[in-house]
């Protein structure tokens, strides 16, 4: 088994100065953290694979594709490979669990 706490993610993540850690990898899966602070930039561009978002704390607007939804914790999105999509609107600093499928190169 592998166990995992989100105040010791949030606190790796921060001490490496990124955006997002992976802290699971697996043959067919990845896990990470992404973070993005109230008023901040989305950069990410599209992946090669399938994602599913599960907002951990914060708010914000997420479009993927032509569709925008509100989202805040508790919120869960799938988002297909190759669509463009992005976390904007940003009113409160978001913390998100990001599964992709398969493994992000």
Known sequence: M????LDELEAERAANEGA???FLRERNMSVGLYALDAGGHDPQQPHHQDEVYLVV???ASLTVGPETTEVARGSVVYVPA???H???HISEDLRVLVVFSPPEA
């Open 57 to 59: 704390s914060g708010r």
């Open 2 to 5: 592998k166990a995992f706490r």
């Open 20 to 22: 997002y850690l992976q």
């Open 82 to 84: 190759g669509v463009p």
């Open 86 to 88: 992005k976390f904007h």
